[in-house]
């Protein structure tokens, strides 16, 4: 870990050196020296920061927060009228992150003794591009990255994309397989490897995974040339990012440092807080789950909450900490080593958890696939609320507090409810809407986007109504839909004045769906 601190630091000294800063003829922001070893590290903690603010994303508009009292100016958040100014903060860290990847990859092509490195960018890359996907349908994709050599790059249709994703993942996997059968070691990559540690046999089980839920989202509206899978299979353990977080400046676990408290104390964002849609999957409104509850709420189940749009008095107010850091100890200075979803300052960042494979696995059995799965959509489903009680019961350092095995066993057989066990759904469409209503929750402030693409895609966790604890949709929506929510968010407005001629035009936020969405 000493080395990928030092790797980033040199990183960082190499972009903003004063001597390349002074001299009109060189680009500080391009430099042309810096080995893949040094940008593999920088890149994937960069990339903790971008999915960070896709959670962020994810949480205010798929149901998981609303705003908190004492604050106003919430404005198209809560009447969901975007403009090409909301959330544009995706599109340009996405592309800056995926030119890191992008440059990895022109590094380490032909380079033998670089081939891990390169099928983690790989393998990265095709990540990064399924959340530009996924939050904005067609995106420049074999145009982009390409510097000052395509400043205005043309958008591919979304459903196309999706296939080209998988084929790099593919290839990513071919990579490591060669490499592991010329014996080649891992060992070069292991001090630069923050998510696994040099464990190539986990990157192929991530590259399955994203695979398997790019085919399990464009199932039905896109063309895979190839719907095998590696026999290594699927990720059984959560892909965690950590770079070597600590509380200091700009070192802190990102989702810490936006919720909880800075590295000085002061406290974190307290402007949103959970919703009363989310809490009714914890606090016996539609599922008594007070294990994961406790875990992850401060005062469950006294914890505040509130629907989205609603302005008017009484509404709780957000601790120092929020709600979302269940820690007795308030001191910023010092606040951490808890559970749930914020867990403290030097705890690793979601990558993609374990959770959320077994439940992309359970449904790709529903569906009757042949994957590289040991078990039945039963077990599987089961196995994917285990982890998410593993995930959430886990402190930063890698412990568990508490037996998640017993734990999720006590909560089915307390829950006489097909939503949680996958017994009681007698058909195909219930047993999904359990799958996805599992996944939900699992995701709840963990990868909040992931959950707000699953409800678009399939229409689950069930919302109906107006009240807030059968709807997530905002009490003050402008959206024309059924369900009073929006589809999508808009183009920046960057793409939109220096690409207008590709960006696609009128984008609706109520009318415009992602190429896989209901």
Same mark, same amino acid.
């Given at each position: 870990?000493?080395?990928?601190?030092?790797?980033?630091?040199?990183?960082?000294?190499?972009?903003?050196?004063?001597?390349? &800063?002074?001299?009109?003829?060189?680009?500080?922001?391009?430099?042309?020296?810096?080995?893949?070893?040094?940008?593999?590290?920088?890149?994937?903690?960069?990339?903790?920061?971008?999915?960070?603010?896709?959670?962020?994303?994810?949480?205010?508009?798929?149901? &998981?927060?609303?705003?908190?009292?004492?604050?106003?100016?919430?404005?198209?958040?809560?009447?969901?009228?975007?403009?090409?100014?909301?959330?544009?903060?995706?599109?340009?860290?996405?592309?800056?992150?995926?030119?890191?990847?992008?440059?990895?990859?022109?590094?380490?092509?032909?380079?033998?003794?670089?081939?891990?490195?390169?099928?983690?960018?790989?393998?990265?890359?095709?990540?990064?591009?399924?959340?530009?996907?996924?939050?904005?349908?067609?995106?420049?994709?074999?145009?982009?990255?390409?510097?000052?050599?395509?400043?205005?790059?043309?958008?591919?249709?979304?459903?196309?994309?999706?296939?080209?994703?998988?084929?790099?993942?593919? %290839?990513?996997?071919?990579?490591?397989?060669?490499?592991?059968?010329?014996?080649?070691?891992?060992?070069?990559?292991?001090?630069?490897?923050?998510?696994?540690?040099?464990?190539?046999?986990?990157?192929?089980?991530?590259?399955?995974?994203?695979?398997?839920?790019?085919?399990?989202?464009?199932?039905?509206?896109?063309?895979?040339?190839?719907?095998?899978?590696?026999?290594?299979?699927?990720?059984?353990?959560?892909?965690?990012?950590?770079?070597?977080?600590?509380?200091?400046?700009?070192?802190?676990?990102?989702?810490?440092?936006?919720?909880?408290?800075?590295?000085?104390?002061?406290?974190?964002?307290? %402007?949103?807080?959970?919703?009363?849609?989310?809490?009714?999957?914890?606090?016996?409104?539609?599922?008594?789950?007070?294990?994961?509850?406790?875990?992850?709420?401060?005062?469950?189940p006294a914890t505040g909450t509130n629907q989205l749009g609603y302005e008017s008095t009484g509404i709780?107010?957000?601790?120092?900490?929020?709600?979302?850091?269940?820690?007795?100890?308030?001191?910023?200075?010092?606040?951490?080593?808890?559970t749930g979803v914020l867990k403290g300052p030097n705890a690793g960042y979601p990558l993609l958890i374990?959770?959320?494979?077994?439940?992309?696995?359970?449904?790709?059995?529903?569906?009757?696939?042949?994957?590289?799965?040991?078990?039945?959509?039963?077990?599987?489903?089961?196995?994917?609320?285990?982890?998410?009680?593993?995930?959430?019961?886990?402190?930063?350092?890698?412990?568990?507090?508490?037996?998640?095995?017993?734990?999720?066993?006590?909560?089915?057989?307390?829950?006489?409810?097909?939503?949680?066990?996958?017994?009681?759904?007698?058909?195909?469409?219930?047993?999904?809407?359990?799958?996805?209503?599992?996944?939900?929750?699992?995701?709840?402030?963990?990868?909040?986007?992931?959950?707000?693409?699953?409800?678009?895609?399939?229409? &689950?966790?069930?919302?109906?109504?107006?009240?807030?604890?059968?709807?997530?949709?905002?009490?003050?929506?402008?959206?024309?839909?059924?369900?009073?929510?929006?589809?999508?968010?808009? &183009?920046?407005?960057?793409?939109?004045?220096?690409?207008?001629?590709?960006?696609?035009?009128?984008?609706?936020?109520?009318?415009?769906?992602?190429?896989?969405?209901?």
């Amino acid at each position: 870990m000493k080395k990928t601190l030092i790797a980033l630091a040199v990183v960082m000294a190499i972009a903003t050196s004063c001597d390349d &800063y002074l001299n009109i003829n060189t680009n500080p922001n391009k430099p042309t020296s810096v080995s893949a070893d040094l940008v593999l590290p920088q890149a994937i903690a960069a990339t903790a920061l971008v999915l960070n603010q896709y959670n962020n994303y994810g949480m205010q508009i798929g149901g &998981y927060a609303a705003n908190a009292g004492g604050y106003g100016g919430f404005n198209e958040t809560v009447s969901y009228a975007y403009t090409p100014n909301n959330y544009s903060n995706l599109w340009s860290n996405s592309y800056d992150n995926l030119e890191d990847y992008q440059y990895i990859l022109n590094q380490t092509d032909g380079d033998d003794a670089k081939v891990y490195f390169n099928a983690a960018a790989r393998i990265m890359k095709a990540y990064g591009f399924q959340l530009l996907v996924d939050a904005y349908d067609d995106i420049p994709y074999t145009d982009a990255l390409q510097g000052a050599e395509l400043l205005v790059p043309t958008y591919e249709d979304a459903a196309a994309i999706y296939p080209k994703l998988a084929a790099e993942l593919d %290839a990513a996997i071919t990579t490591i397989n060669t490499g592991l059968a010329a014996a080649v070691a891992p060992d070069p990559i292991t001090d630069f490897d923050i998510i696994f540690k040099g464990n190539m046999t986990n990157w192929i089980k991530l590259a399955n995974t994203i695979k398997l839920r790019l085919l399990i989202r464009g199932n039905g509206k896109a063309t895979f040339p190839n719907a095998t899978f590696d026999p290594t299979g699927f990720l059984t353990t959560d892909a965690i990012i950590n770079p070597g977080y600590a509380r200091d400046n700009n070192r802190q676990n990102p989702a810490w440092n936006t919720w909880a408290f800075a590295y000085t104390g002061s406290a974190g964002n307290k %402007a949103w807080i959970p919703t009363t849609f989310i809490m009714t999957f914890y606090n016996a409104t539609k599922i008594n789950d007070p294990v994961r509850g406790a875990a992850t709420y401060y005062q469950f189940p006294a914890t505040g909450t509130n629907q989205l749009g609603y302005e008017s008095t009484g509404i709780p107010k957000s601790p120092d900490g929020s709600f979302w850091y269940p820690g007795a100890n308030r001191v910023g200075t010092s606040a951490g080593n808890a559970t749930g979803v914020l867990k403290g300052p030097n705890a690793g960042y979601p990558l993609l958890i374990a959770a959320e494979s077994y439940f992309l696995q359970a449904e790709a059995l529903l569906n009757g696939w042949t994957i590289p799965a040991a078990g039945t959509a039963n077990s599987l489903y089961d196995a994917g609320i285990t982890a998410s009680f593993r995930y959430i019961m886990t402190l930063p350092d890698g412990t568990v507090s508490g037996n998640p095995t017993t734990a999720a066993a006590n909560y089915q057989t307390a829950n006489n409810n097909r939503l949680v066990r996958y017994s009681l759904a007698t058909t195909n469409a219930e047993r999904l809407e359990a799958i996805i209503t599992q996944k939900y929750i699992a995701l709840n402030m963990v990868n909040s986007q992931e959950g707000w693409n699953e409800y678009r895609r399939t229409g &689950y966790p069930t919302v109906s109504g107006s009240s807030p604890t059968s709807t997530f949709a905002s009490s003050a929506s402008q959206s024309t839909r059924p369900d009073r929510l929006p589809s999508r968010i808009l &183009y920046p407005t960057s793409e939109i004045q220096y690409n207008p001629t590709n960006v696609p035009q009128g984008t609706s936020p109520f009318t415009s769906l992602i190429f896989w969405a209901k």
